[in-house]
């Protein structure tokens, strides 16, 4: 069993910066694959980032492509997502997930994540 915490959301204007994290109780993240993903109010779920297990390769969705870094630090056992330009359209609740086991499915799908955490919110204003 894994337990995931994120913290660091919060309220920022466009173009500013935020960076979320999402530390893990229990088993390594080493050996996992951990996303990030977000929902605004009346839409789906999305994956935005993802960072592998042992390789740590990152993915991004085009929409934060070059504007989010998604990083991991292996002695705090946290994965932490930095967010830069941010604009109103990325206000969304995030939150963090991560597998039980490695099932080669795409990354982007939350339905391959079994574990998630509670979320933490970040808004964006005009």
């Known amino acids: 069993q894994v337990q995931l915490v994120e913290s660091g959301g919060g309220s920022v204007q466009a173009g500013g910066s935020l960076t979320v994290s999402c530390v893990a109780s229990?088993?390594?993240?080493?050996?996992?694959?951990v996303a990030w993903f977000r929902q605004a109010p009346g839409k789906e779920r999305e994956g935005i980032a993802v960072?592998?297990?042992?390789?740590?390769?990152?993915d991004y969705v085009d929409s934060v492509l070059g504007r989010f870094t998604i990083s991991r630090d292996d002695a705090k056992n946290t994965v932490h997502l930095q967010m830069n330009n941010l604009k109103p359209e990325d206000t969304a609740m995030y939150f963090c997930a991560t597998e039980n086991r490695f099932t080669g499915g795409d990354w982007t799908n939350e339905y391959v994540y079994d574990y998630w955490g509670q979320g933490t919110q970040v808004t964006v204003s005009s």
């Open positions: 229990a088993d390594s993240l080493m050996s996992r694959r």
């Open positions: 960072i592998w297990g042992v390789s740590a390769r990152t």
